[in-house]
């Protein structure tokens, strides 16, 4: 099982860029790395997924370097209401699969004025 | 197309009584999966199941857990006899019958916040 580690925390203001990279360095040949958000009192929504490169949405982006042992998520021009926890999760792209993801402690962003 | 439901939101239980947790999954989706979180803690997925059959339930406590998912209605998470160290929030999340390749994620419920007193 792929493990990742991403910073506790992260502090940012409104209209600022933010990157959050989390490391994997056993990531396995079938792993992709998925990134989800957390408001307080929710549950986790999905915000983006890769294999490698780079890929976009109307959310974020993620980067993903050619040896794939790390990823950067990419949040542009952050609102207060990104203040959320941000978890990254490798693992096998599969239905039935994800139930052998481990979900660290994510990387609490806060957002400020 | 609503999403995942669980209900109810929070439930408030004295030690000793039981607790019933229902989640309903998305529309089309067959799989389900429960996940508990302690505060301060990431989620530790805890059973997966499919219509009528749970597929691995290698995450829940020995005793006292419970799951399932019946053909009509919805998957249910029973707790019994609670202690004060089940106090959490349980979280659902379902996924569709065939993996989709890229862009695939799970479906969350907004959780039960369970508080034994």
């Known amino acids: 099982l792929a493990k990742t580690t991403q910073p506790i925390s992260m502090d940012s203001y409104e209209g600022q860029e933010v990157n959050i990279t989390c490391s994997h360095n056993?990531?396995?040949?079938?792993?992709?790395i998925t990134w989800y958000q957390q408001f307080p009192s929710q549950g986790p929504r999905f915000i983006i997924q890769g294999y490698k490169t780079k890929v976009t949405n109307e959310v974020a982006s993620l980067f993903i370097p050619a040896d794939r042992k790390s990823s950067t998520l990419s949040l542009p021009r952050v609102s207060l209401s990104d203040t959320a926890v941000y978890y990254c999760?490798?693992?096998?792209?599969?239905?039935?699969?994800?139930?052998?993801?481990?979900w660290g402690l994510g990387t609490s962003l806060a957002v400020n004025p | 197309n609503a999403g995942v439901m669980q209900n109810p939101r929070h439930l408030v239980r004295r030690r000793g009584q039981e607790a019933r947790l229902r989640c309903s999954p998305m529309k089309g989706h067959s799989h389900v999966y429960w996940y508990r979180q302690l505060p301060e803690e990431g989620l530790k997925f805890m059973v997966y199941l499919q219509k009528e059959n749970i597929i691995d339930e290698s995450g829940m406590p020995k005793e006292r857990f419970s799951a399932e998912f019946p053909k009509e209605g919805p998957s249910i998470l029973r707790i019994q006899q609670v202690v004060r160290g089940d106090s959490a929030a349980y979280f659902c999340a379902s996924s569709p019958v065939r993996p989709v390749v890229a862009n695939y994620g799970y479906t969350f419920g907004s959780g039960t916040r369970l508080t034994v007193v």
């Open positions: 999760l490798v693992g096998d792209n599969n239905a039935g699969n994800n139930r052998k993801l481990i």
């Open positions: 056993n990531i396995a040949t079938n792993d992709y």
